[in-house]
């Protein structure tokens, strides 16, 4: 595949994941700026790029940097004697977004427990379903610290 073309096709990916971000209830213009950084070769962009790349305006794109900066999605760094930022992902043990998402299960699953005890029938359809849910989660938090001593052993 020629150069154009693959540049093409990971705008075209860019535009794909920027819509399943959203579908996941990230803002458009954040789901495409982690896009961005992410399918692109070029890994670091500054300010200015971000919002020519995606032409986005300067106030979307600052919002959205934010956002990530807040979420630990993406960082900056600085060149000695360059005052621009250089936006890029933020690289991270590579357990560290399943940390949170069990961290969020366990919530979960402890929100769960109370609303069935507060429930006046054990047997409606809400409670059967919670007590699948949590069936599930603890399921997945009992095999999980497996799952990855057998990551870290397999490297």
Do not use: C, W
């Not at 429930?119 to 603890?138: G, H, M, Q, W, Y």
Request: cysteine-free; proline content about 3%.
């Amino acid at each position: 595949m020629n150069t154009e073309k693959r540049i093409n096709k990971q705008k075209e990916l860019i535009e794909t994941i920027g819509r399943q971000s959203e579908q996941e209830g990230m803002q458009p213009v954040a789901g495409r700026i982690m896009a961005l950084l992410m399918v692109m070769d070029k890994e670091q962009f500054t300010f200015d790029e971000i919002v020519e790349e995606l032409n986005i305006s300067k106030s979307s794109a600052s919002t959205a940097l934010k956002i990530l900066q807040l979420k630990d999605m993406v960082e900056y760094e600085t060149h000695p004697g360059d005052r621009k930022r250089y936006f890029h992902i933020k690289v991270q043990e590579p357990f560290y977004l399943f940390e949170r998402v069990k961290n969020s299960m366990i919530e979960k699953n402890k929100m769960m427990k109370s609303i069935i005890k507060l429930k006046a029938d054990p047997e409606s359809k809400n409670v059967l379903f919670f007590k699948d849910l949590i069936r599930i989660t603890d399921l997945f938090l009992e095999n999980y610290e497996k799952m990855k001593e057998n990551f870290f052993k397999n490297q």
